[in-house]
């Protein structure tokens, strides 16, 4: 078990998972958090004053909200607000399904970047990987993504390889609009999925297969080896958490303690997320 050692770091993003909530079902989504009290928006931004209060000798900051779908939490725009205002970089992961100009022009306002999560970008793959609504709408990620380029956001592109997308062709979207940032990760399948009977497993040739296939020599190759422990999130209810031992071992609430305290309770390991290069944003402008 490595120690959480706050100072020596140059670079850190803190990744808050607003919500298990979400209009898609993916077999293989990992957003499987206890939300029996979650933290509200202001409750937020008293954990998220907290930890910037802890990391201001840190020179590079980014804030991530995720979930679940982070724009289904009612006021989550005032925590991009927080910490935009105070001088860290912004970002949210989204399935895709509102990000209409309206919402980006309003609520995602204070977003550096706006992440999607795309599998495919063929519909009938999608419904049959459940990244769809039960009424089977899905997203037009192409044109989804072209807006957000559009309105002068960085976008990045988070695809989950597994079972069902391996043989997937994500090209055209790749090469035509050349995300800031394009993330190619292994299905983890040694933590909670929402659909227990699906096996997501991808074997290494056909993940290397995806990865060949797709020619984007700029995409970050994220094994499920360098996801596992090169994260600091946070749950819905506030507590920060790892899956390094196949189920989430988690801090008390943030709202109780402080950051610092929290990570001794979880492993982190930074070099790992220097090694997925989740330090980029320190070169984004
Ligand atoms: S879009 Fe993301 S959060 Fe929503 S069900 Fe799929 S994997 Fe889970």
């Known amino acids: 078990m490595k120690t959480f050692k706050l100072p020596s770091f140059p670079e850190i993003c803190v990744n808050f998972h607003l919500t298990n909530r979400c209009p898609f079902r993916c077999r293989y989504c990992h957003s499987t958090f206890l939300e029996e009290s979650p933290v509200s928006a202001h409750q937020w931004i008293e954990i998220f004053s907290k930890i910037n209060q802890e990391t201001e000798h840190i020179q590079f900051r980014k804030l991530t909200l995720s979930g679940g779908e982070p724009l289904l939490v009612k006021n989550m725009e005032l925590i991009l607000e927080s910490a935009k205002d105070a001088g860290w970089q912004t970002g949210i992961i989204s399935c895709g399904l509102n990000l209409s100009e309206e919402v980006i022009r309003t609520r995602l306002k204070d977003a550096d970047s706006i992440g999607v999560s795309v599998d495919s970008l063929d519909q009938n793959v999608n419904r049959l990987i459940g990244r769809s609504t039960l009424t089977g709408e899905t997203v037009d990620y192409v044109g989804v993504c072209k807006l957000i380029k559009k309105l002068g956001k960085k976008l990045k592109i988070n695809t989950v390889v597994h079972s069902l997308n391996w043989d997937q062709d994500l090209k055209p979207l790749l090469h035509s ?3 800031d940032r394009v993330k190619f990760l292994q ?12 096996s997501g ?13 797709q020619f984007y020599p700029e995409a970050v190759v994220e094994s499920e080896i360098l996801q596992s422990g090169s994260y600091i999130m946070l749950d819905p209810e506030g507590h920060l958490f790892d899956t390094v031992e196949g189920k989430r071992r988690k801090s008390p609430s943030l ?6 305290e929290g990570m001794e309770y979880i492993y982190y390991d930074h070099q790992k997320f220097q090694a997925r290069a989740g330090n ?3 070169s984004l402008k």
Do not use: H, M, W
Request: proline content about 3%; overall charge negative.
């Open 187 to 198: 299905c983890r399948t040694d933590v909670d999925l929402r659909d227990r009977d699906f």
């Open 177 to 179: 609009l050349k995300p």
């Open 201 to 213: 497993a991808v074997r290494e040739d056909e993940y290397q297969k995806f990865v060949e296939n």
């Open 255 to 260: 709202l109780g303690i402080s950051f610092t």
């Open 280 to 282: 980029y944003f320190s």
